[in-house]
Each structure stands twice: as structure tokens, then as C-alpha cells.
């Protein structure tokens, strides 16, 4: 398996208050995506980085902000969470070329 | 912008049965194409991968899928199906490194296999 850990794997947070999901890697890739998954609708890309520094909106970026100091990490922010966004999230990763991604375990957020 | 289409949401066959499931993406530039499959509880995995070449794959257990570039559609393929297969299916597109590396994702269709 690709060395991709996601933290934490479960959160039960408030409403209004702000909260963080770390994607960590080992493998030095340059792409990092993060997905929130919910049904019917599939996977949808929140944001994503293309190297360090460098980040680029999804189709759902509202509501969360993304970061990428080092190679090996990619932060989620919810800068203030709503119940609309308790759902599981995903992060991936992918090296340049013709490659394909490999997804995290995922992180289950409740918003209460 | 990219977007990715699978016109199934839930199939339901019984086992032994074939599978096609489709998918069609909006993209303008050259594509890198996938499936994916999510078991109940499970990550993604890849099941195979399109980048060039013979435009009909074949992956893991069976699967393959046929890249037709006039009809921007990759669909998805089994000759026969198990119960093992009920799993969520997810087509996704990636644009090349040169434009930006987004990887964007279907709807899912959502398999039951009847054993």
C-alpha cells in the first residue's frame, strides 16, 4: 500500500468551530487531492496542490481551506464546520507522469 | 473543465450475469482515464488505468474497460460477475501534469451482486 495516512479517522465536532484533517505521505509525490465523499454523489474534490505551496479549488472549495508547507503534508481547514459538511473525506496522492492516485483511509467528520 | 458522467447509480444483477457500466467525461485535452472500485467500508482501489495506446484495457478480476475517444466514453466490463463484485464503481479523469493535474471524479454506480 501507498504510505498515505490520514488523521484522525473519526471526529465528532460542534458547529461554528474550526477543524483540521492532516494527510500525511511518504512517498514524495508530487499531487496531494482531498474528496469529500457522500451518497449520491460520488467523490467530489474540495481542493487540491500540485507542489509545495501550490493549491488549486475543486468543485466544492467553499467552506474549507487547504495548505501545503512540505512535500509530505496537505491540511484541511474548516474554518468554521456546518452540519452540511459532515462527510468522509479522502485524501489522495499521485507522482508525476502517467501514474494513478492512491487514497488515503479516510476520515468520518460528524458536525453536530 | 473536466467533468465525468456514469449514467448508472445502482445495478443490480445476479450472479454469472455480464456488467457494462458507463461512463463519459467533458474534457478538451488529452486524458488519463480510470476505474475505480470501493468495497463496503474499504478506500478506493484501482481495478485499471487508460493512458495511451490500445484504447481496450483489462485489469484486476475480470475487468476491462474500452476507451472510445469520438464518444469521450470509457466503459467499464465483466463478462460474468460474482457476489465478490458488489461494490461501488467510480470512473475518473485525470488531466495531464502539464495542465494542472486535476483528477475529477463520477457520480459512482452502486453494484449488487445476487448470489
Known amino acids: 500500500d501507498a504510505g498515505i495516512t490520514q488523521s484522525p479517522r473519526h471526529k465528532v465536532t460542534e458547529t461554528g468551530t474550526p477543524v483540521t484533517l492532516r494527510c500525511h505521505q511518504t512517498e514524495n509525490h508530487r499531487y496531494m487531492y482531498w474528496y469529500r465523499q457522500d451518497p449520491g454523489h460520488g467523490l467530489r474534490l474540495i481542493h487540491y496542490s500540485y507542489g509545495v505551496k501550490d493549491t488549486d479549488k475543486g468543485e466544492v472549495s467553499d467552506g474549507y481551506s487547504v495548505s501545503r508547507s512540505k512535500t509530505e503534508d496537505f491540511l484541511l481547514t474548516l474554518e468554521s464546520a456546518t452540519s452540511s459538511q459532515t462527510s468522509v473525506y479522502f485524501c489522495?496522492?499521485?507522482?508525476?507522469?502517467?501514474?494513478?492516485?492512491?487514497f488515503g483511509q479516510g476520515t468520518r467528520l460528524t458536525v453536530v | 473543465a473536466q467533468s465525468v458522467s456514469q449514467h448508472n447509480h445502482h445495478v443490480i444483477l445476479s450472479e454469472a450475469a455480464s456488467l457494462e457500466l458507463g461512463c463519459n467525461y467533458s474534457y478538451g485535452g488529452t486524458v488519463n482515464l480510470f476505474w475505480y472500485v470501493q468495497y463496503p467500508g474499504q478506500h478506493l482501489q484501482l481495478l485499471l488505468k487508460?493512458?495511451?495506446?490500445?484504447?481496450l484495457v483489462k485489469g484486476i478480476k475480470g475487468f476491462e474497460a474500452e476507451f472510445i475517444k469520438s464518444k469521450f466514453s470509457f466503459n467499464l466490463r465483466k463478462p460474468s460477475v460474482q457476489w465478490s463484485d458488489t461494490a461501488e464503481y467510480f470512473c475518473a479523469v485525470n488531466a495531464g501534469d502539464n495542465q494542472g493535474g486535476k483528477l475529477i471524479f463520477g457520480q459512482g454506480t452502486e453494484l449488487s451482486v445476487k448470489p
Open positions: 487508460y493512458f495511451s495506446g490500445d484504447p
Open positions: 489522495a496522492i499521485r507522482g508525476t507522469g502517467d501514474v494513478e492516485a492512491f
